[in-house]
């Protein structure tokens, strides 16, 4: 049975519709992604899953309840894009402080220790860098041993190394049993992470797949480049079905296509007595994939 379920959410506000058509359905211990271009609906979509704001219609059920319902604030750990903690609150007062809104918190000096907190405890929230703001504010959301949690943008402003540590983190609390949801504008992210992803865009669902199977939605499009050892003809290339495009780059060709492009083009090379030097190939990405989805058609 699905943790949470959101039926076709819709929320506007004033004239502004912020989420027009949203359905989807996590299950339990997934690592569900909700990723979208700004402005997406995204954050609004987590706040109404959260009960932090109230739906214009539609239905949101989360752990067999109504979102919003009172009972479900103790079992969900919501971190929201801006924490808003006062800068001259300690990190061990703040852990203290949000201790005493849960009936049967977690012990917060091992989620402190867990977060690498422990050597901040007495550091001021305004002093302490953005990764570590950060890990405070997934430990706030954690302190209630909460079956679900919720993140918004868990890793936007931080540098590369302390991206990594936090997604080693989330796969930590997954392993814990619990579940995540997570908004990202970083595809790494949610090729790393996510089981399965909604992809959102102006306010409705455009995709909802496994992170591999969006990419295969973007086609199976692969990029050939290489240079030729002698010259060659463009046609003995752009024939084959195999190939959709043929750009020149200097020495360079550049061949976009599909199927089992590789092999089609290098048997034409080898039939013409022509070597392939500096030969690479990509395939498709989720980058591509989102530019595909949400490309605004
Ligand atoms: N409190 C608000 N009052 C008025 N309009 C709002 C409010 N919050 C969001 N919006 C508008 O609703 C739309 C969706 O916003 P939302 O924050 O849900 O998108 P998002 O996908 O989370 O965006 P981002 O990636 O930029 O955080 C946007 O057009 C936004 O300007």
Same mark, same amino acid.
């Given at each position: 049975m699905p943790v949470i379920e959101v039926e076709h959410l819709a929320k506007r506000y004033?004239?502004?519709?912020?989420?027009?058509?949203?359905?989807?359905?996590?299950e339990p211990g997934e690592i569900?992604?909700?990723?979208?271009?700004?402005?997406?609906?995204?954050?609004?979509?987590?706040?109404?899953?959260?009960?932090?704001?109230?739906?214009?219609?539609?239905?949101?059920?989360?752990l067999g309840r109504p979102a919003g319902d009172p009972t479900l604030r103790a079992r969900i750990g919501v971190q929201l894009q801006e924490s808003e903690l006062q800068d001259k609150l300690t990190v061990r007062e703040a852990l203290e402080l949000y201790s005493a809104f849960y009936p049967d918190p977690a012990d917060w000096r091992r989620l402190a220790?867990?977060?690498?907190?422990t050597p901040k405890l007495k550091a001021r929230y305004g002093k302490l860098s953005g990764g570590q703001k950060q890990r405070l504010s997934i430990a706030l959301a954690l302190l209630g041993n909460p079956e679900i949690a919720i993140l918004d943008e868990l890793t936007t402003g931080l540098d590369p190394q302390a991206r990594r540590d936090?997604?080693?983190?989330?796969?930590?609390?997954?392993?814990?049993?619990?579940?995540?949801? $997570?908004?990202?504008?970083?595809?790494?992210? &949610? @090729?790393?992470?996510?089981?399965?992803?909604?992809?959102? *865009?102006?306010?409705?669902?455009?995709?909802?797949?496994?992170?591999?199977g969006l990419v295969q939605r973007a086609g199976d499009e692969q990029r050939i480049s290489f240079r030729p050892s002698t010259p060659i003809d463009d046609e003995l290339l752009t024939v084959l079905p195999e190939v959709r495009e043929l750009r020149r780059q200097g020495q360079r060709i550049e061949i976009v296509g599909n199927g089992n492009l590789l092999h089609a083009v290098v048997s034409v $090379?080898?039939?013409?007595?022509?070597?392939? &030097? @500096?030969?690479?190939?990509?395939?498709?990405?989720?980058? *591509?994939?989102?530019?595909?989805?949400?490309?605004?058609?």
């Open positions: 004033g004239g502004t519709v912020a989420v027009k058509d949203v359905s989807f359905a996590v569900f992604g909700i990723l979208g271009p700004n402005g997406a609906g995204k954050t609004t979509t987590v706040e109404c899953i959260s009960g932090l704001r109230t739906a214009d219609s539609g239905a949101i059920t989360v220790d867990d977060l690498g907190l936090t997604w080693d983190l989330i796969s930590g609390i997954r392993d814990r049993g619990v579940t995540l949801l $997570l908004v990202t504008h970083f595809m790494e992210e &949610a @090729e790393r992470l996510c089981d399965r992803v909604a992809v959102i *865009d102006k306010g409705e669902v455009v995709a909802l797949d496994t992170p591999a $090379l080898a039939r013409n007595g022509i070597i392939a &030097a @500096e030969l690479t190939m990509e395939q498709a990405t989720l980058d *591509d994939a989102f530019v595909h989805l949400t490309r605004g058609e």
